[in-house]
């Protein structure tokens, strides 16, 4: 049935919350892991079997990863694509490079967006005060300006209320190449995490609605609040953009609900945060489905069996917990992070609204 | 809230399957797990962050790992007691001495057993020929004569069909200390999987109903075919149990279903493969409930959203693995174990019957 035997090894790439329930996932599987991490006592450490504490250009680290491992994915996607060439000569790296070439940065991701025929925001890119000037012009304010590259929670972007602000806020790009995209009027903003099998079947859980506060997500609530029709199409959009991309895993993209129907905002080719309610509404969760396409498995089913709101423990929320433990129904996760900062992911719970 | 501030380290005596599975639970509420286990390559080591390899005669292995943990548990009953002097005297042992002493020793716990009003088979300590003659008399035959300690899984029996296989089944024995269990006369056997909490809150999962194979569990299935009334008396004998040790901890409690009412075969002061359903029936699982309780944290509720029968993959069952993993509503744990031996414990698989 798979690809690779039981007691195989995964290597994923990055130590965070994400890589700790992957590996979790895929101990369950019967399968070990390797996580390769540049900081010391990441929070995937504690519950994999081994640990490489190295720096993404320490490429003698990342060869002998790769070679005590039978495959390799990741929990993010700004991987350095020097390191992924290293990784890649020795095993195969599932989601493929093309997935990371294209979410890694935003100009390439929209145009292939558009290029299969899906509604994105209007954007424009951006190399100097010029070229902003002229997008602004045909695209109006407000908008948003954002780096091409390594953008995520809000960190990389700025906002372009009037004209005014458009030094200020290509400063604040410090150089990196950028786009600007036009804001959209969207009613609310939910996601569709999809997944794509070795073999090449496709499975969406349930779209999720997020709600974000400060750029970082706080919660998702499903069922989302969708038309049949508008639900439909995001399964089949998800599903368009896996088959583009040859496309093995968990896939993360985020929509905004419009009047005029879906627009994609974003993809993110991994597990994705909007999609933690799976682990106590469905009976495969979304990392146990990205292990199964990443080694080969069949795919679980993506039914829901309860609706459910997820809610993430940033920063002091943790000193929220006494109660929460205390909650019927509310099941709690957390990260193992030792230090407790101001927008830093420490945990999240599933509350079951109704069975 | 808890006893433990987030990030203590839990010590785990045993790396099996069980031990594996509390590890998992334990840092999903962000704690760390230090196993302590003599065989190499536990289970339990590929997802704990520490593991101590050796004997439990190596009194400076066990001193080392108390000191290293902040509170001790187990995932299995029979750790010899000089071991368990001496972690001990370091760090708090949860569930206490008490249930190991009752629980180590088949004549002790069925007189524990008696003294709190509750049914068991009718028994007798056995030391030799005379008193098994004496025993057999008084109970009759079919019989079953047992080791006194150190059985599981149907090792340490002798079943005495008539009093011609008395000899055989004191050979069998090989001198140590033995009872002779009189056959009960049950419809089915059930077993409740109930918890107390370090500030005495008792919580118990719906009982489930267990069939066995050569004195394996073959499979559990919630709900058991019991009558409101006996769903009742499983749940306040379990309570009664746990109360009479002032326990701290999940237990299973295996019962005889019989006309005249519930008698109590066996108790383990562990979890137990019988609350395997727990995992994907209830929103607080077994595991997850004992860590609650060890650490000091709110019991979760016990209330179960799903029916389910748990099926254990015995051996080469796990040649079956591949149509199960195709199976919808069907979430696999396999144990990471390397070598597959006919009646060892592989994994198991939960099958949501009904939502």
């Given at each position: 049935?798979?690809e ?21 996932a ?32 320490d ?29 890649q ?17 935003r ?88 997944a ?88 495969t ?40 433990a ?30």
């Amino acid at each position: 049935m798979s690809e690779l035997p039981a007691g195989s090894v995964i290597g994923i790439v990055g130590g965070g919350q994400l890589g700790r329930m992957l590996s979790v996932a895929a101990s369950r599987l019967g399968f070990r892991c390797h996580i390769f991490e540049p900081s010391e006592n990441p929070p995937a450490g504690q519950v994999a079997e081994y640990v490489t504490t190295a720096a993404y250009d320490d490429h003698d680290a990342l060869r002998k990863f790769a070679e005590s491992v039978d495959v390799i994915t990741y929990e993010f996607e700004n991987i350095p694509t020097e390191a992924l060439d290293v990784l890649q000569a020795l095993r195969p790296i599932r989601p493929g490079r093309e997935a990371l070439r294209v979410s890694q940065d935003r100009l390439i991701e929209k145009g292939f967006l558009q290029d299969l025929g899906l509604k994105t925001a209007p954007f424009a890119d951006i190399t100097d005060a010029a070229s902003l000037e002229a997008a602004l012009a045909e695209i109006g304010a407000p908008a948003i300006l954002k780096t091409r590259r390594f953008g995520y929670d809000g960190k990389g972007q700025a906002r372009i209320m009037t004209p005014d602000d458009a030094a200020g806020a290509l400063a604040d790009m410090a150089g990196a190449p950028a786009i600007l995209e036009g804001f959209v009027n969207f009613t609310h903003e939910v996601s569709v995490i999809a997944a794509r099998g070795l073999n090449g079947e496709v499975v969406c859980f349930d779209p999720g609605e997020n709600v974000h506060e400060g750029g970082i997500l706080r919660t998702t609530t499903v069922p989302a609040n969708l038309t049949p029709m508008q639900r439909m199409d995001a399964g089949l959009l998800a599903g368009k953009i896996l088959n583009a991309l040859d496309y093995v895993g968990v896939m993360g993209v985020e929509l905004f609900v419009t009047p005029q129907g879906l627009i994609v905002n974003e993809v993110a080719p991994r597990v994705h945060n909007s999609g933690h309610w799976t682990q106590n509404g469905c009976t495969t969760d979304q990392f146990e489905q990205h292990i199964r396409a990443v080694v080969g498995w069949p795919l679980g089913e993506g039914q829901r069996y309860a609706d459910v709101v997820m809610e993430n423990l940033i920063g002091d929320d943790l000193d929220k917990l006494p109660g929460y433990a205390k909650e019927p129904n509310t099941a709690i996760h957390l990260y193992g992070k030792a230090d407790v900062k101001a927008g830093r992911k420490m945990g999240h719970v599933n509350r079951i609204v109704k069975d």
